[in-house]
């Protein structure tokens, strides 16, 4: 089954993710999205990166501005653009200029945005929502894809408590909406907290974030939800390396994708 693919790290993940590459020197903030924009190209270069496994694939402004798109394109993926700037202490988004964000995905090709939050408290639940969702119709109504992510920590003491909340408060948000959005939600503790939601509301795709998780660990996990598809970052990228060859970095690539696009597909009930 095709996946989303998130190549969408930003400024704050990214040192993260060229470390476990294999890179810990950089020259300013510059030079590290050059040198993870030269990761998430080589990904995308990759023989084993089609569009036989994957559909989509989430960018960061700074990877569309340098051609990621362009080579996406090549490969018939669509290309998303991650249009938030981060998120406040609380976990609802930072304050960024939507508008200009959604010219910015239509000018340079992309047809779909993601915007990703952190809901940490079940007080903060309905705060996160209804900002998730204003932001979402806006995207919309411009004639893009939103992804909607209310991200729960895998590692939250209550994370299960709140995921059934979440399946709660989500339903009228989704009845209101006007439109289809795509929901990208941690994979839940109770396998199929979610399975109702593509079938009953507008709800394009349901996908799962890797969130932390290893590779083995997310698909596991992810297997066992019906109706739930993938959208890994550090799922997909786990093992890879700046050292390897262009051959050992294909077949370890190769390796990650088989094993999300399998775990997708035991879960599909269409």
């Not at 969408?8 to 903030?29: K, V």
């Not at 806006?138 to 399946?167: Q, S």
Request: glycine content about 8%; charged content about 25%; aromatic content about 8%.
């Amino acid at each position: 089954m095709k996946f989303i693919a998130a190549l969408d790290q930003s400024g704050g993940s990214t040192p993260a993710t060229l470390e476990r590459y294999g890179i810990d020197e950089w020259m300013g903030d510059d030079g590290m999205m050059r040198r993870v924009h030269d990761m998430r190209l080589r990904i995308i270069n990759s023989p084993s990166f089609t569009n036989k496994h994957i559909s989509t694939a989430i960018m960061f402004k700074d990877t569309i501005s340098r051609g990621a798109v362009d080579a996406l394109n090549k490969k018939h993926i669509e290309s998303y653009l991650k249009v938030d700037s981060g998120c406040e202490e609380d976990g609802t988004l930072k304050v960024f200029n939507l508008d200009k964000m959604i010219q910015f995905a239509i000018d340079t090709g992309c047809t779909g945005t993601k915007m990703r939050s952190i809901i940490k408290t079940a007080e903060i639940m309905s705060v996160v929502l209804e900002q998730q969702f204003e932001y979402a119709q806006r995207i919309a109504d411009a004639g893009l894809m939103p992804i909607v992510e209310p991200e729960i920590p895998i590692n939250h003491p209550y994370k299960g408590k709140l995921e059934l909340l979440l399946f709660q408060e989500l339903k009228p948000y989704l009845k209101a909406f006007a439109g289809e959005v795509i929901l990208k939600l941690t994979i839940p503790d109770v396998p199929n907290t979610y399975v109702v939601l593509p079938d009953t509301y507008m709800v394009k795709q349901l996908v799962g974030l890797s969130g932390g998780y290893s590779t083995e660990v997310a698909c596991n996990k992810l297997s066992q939800n019906d109706n739930m598809g993938a959208s890994f970052s550090r799922g997909l990228t786990e093992g890879l390396h700046i050292h390897q060859t262009e051959e050992q970095f294909d077949e370890k690539l190769l390796q990650n994708i088989l094993m999300i696009s399998n775990a997708s597909a035991s879960g599909l009930t269409t």
